[in-house]
């Protein structure tokens, strides 16, 4: 088994996995509604892999979702390698800060 890609990786796999189950899917009756290889939802649902956005939006589609509920809560603290924690806000501040 691969080791999980990153925290956000596993909390969007639990996501996806618990709304396939809870509308009775499979993981093929999941790949064939959205055009996905079961397998690589698979390698999803366990946090192996990242998926690009356009993989999240095929799943959601196929689960009747609008895809903010699959990424909902997610932070850029959940991706390893973060060296700071500044935003477009705290750029701004700062830049008005210094006139």
């Not at 999941?30 to 290889?37: I, K, M, R």
Request: contains cysteine.
């Amino acid at each position: 088994m691969a080791a999980q890609h990153s925290e956000a990786a596993k909390f969007l796999g639990q996501r996806i996995r618990e709304q396939r189950r809870a509308r009775g899917c499979t993981l093929e009756d999941l790949g064939e509604l959205a055009e996905l290889a079961w397998t690589n939802i698979a390698k999803i649902e366990r946090g192996e892999v990242s998926p690009s956005i356009e993989t999240v939006v095929r799943i959601s589609t196929a689960l009747n979702l609008d895809p903010s509920v699959l990424v909902k809560d997610m932070h850029a603290d959940m991706y390893p390698g973060r060296t700071h924690k500044f935003t477009a806000k705290d750029l701004t501040r700062a830049r008005q800060g210094l006139r």
